[in-house]
């Protein structure tokens, strides 16, 4: 779960972020800009990260603050998962990254496959709607909504990529290390519980 001064920051961030977007008065658009500093403040205060900067990934954005998305490819071969071994942080996670706009779930997911392990993939079904908060990743100035969706390999072959180093297909028992800011043991494992059960309900938190 999310500390509560994250909590707290986001939620000041989204109002301001709507404030600014839809109010006219100056005096209004004056008081939600406060209300973005003191957010930007908070985040500063308890992750030691340049304001600047925060203002650039955190604060940023304009418009009716929404969750962002992130989709993950689940991919089975020989009840082995694909996993790509991230260069940023040499860990493993299944393909995927966050959704880019005009492109549906399954094109992002299909394009992301195959940026990130060479293999062309057909998307079929949604297995997992989970909201970051509540599962163990690191803290993130970001709401974040995780789909997951199992694929079927139809073409190309194993290739490290600018973002991957390594591509594989490992067991449920035979994991390497996570990269949990992308996701979780909890979240992979249970991913092998569609492939021995097909017919098990969407995951959705």
């Not at 973005?36 to 650039?56: D, F, K, P």
Request: aromatic share 10%; glycine share 8%.
């Amino acid at each position: 779960m999310q500390p509560k001064w994250l909590e707290w920051a986001k939620q000041i961030q989204a109002i301001s972020q709507a404030g600014l977007e839809y109010s006219r008065d100056v005096y209004d658009l004056e008081r939600f800009e406060m209300l973005r500093t003191i957010s930007l403040e908070i985040m500063h205060e308890y992750t030691g990260v340049e304001t600047a900067q925060l203002r650039e990934l955190f604060a940023g954005e304009t418009g009716y603050a929404t969750p962002k998305v992130d989709v993950r490819g689940v991919i089975f071969q020989e009840n082995k998962v694909l996993l790509v071994r991230e260069r940023l942080d040499g860990a493993w996670s299944l393909p995927g990254g966050w959704a880019d706009i005009g492109l549906s779930a399954k094109e992002n997911v299909v394009k992301e496959i195959a940026e990130e392990t060479g293999y062309a993939a057909e998307a079929g079904r949604l297995l997992a709607v989970l909201d970051k908060k509540f599962h163990d990743h690191p803290v993130s100035p970001f709401h974040v909504y995780k789909m997951f969706i199992h694929c079927e390999i139809t073409g190309g072959e194993a290739t490290a990529t600018m973002e991957t180093s390594e591509v594989g297909f490992f067991g449920e028992e035979d994991l390497p290390p996570l990269s949990i800011e992308r996701n979780t043991e909890h979240q992979v494992k249970t991913m092998f519980e569609y492939l021995r059960n097909p017919e098990r309900a969407v995951w959705v938190d």
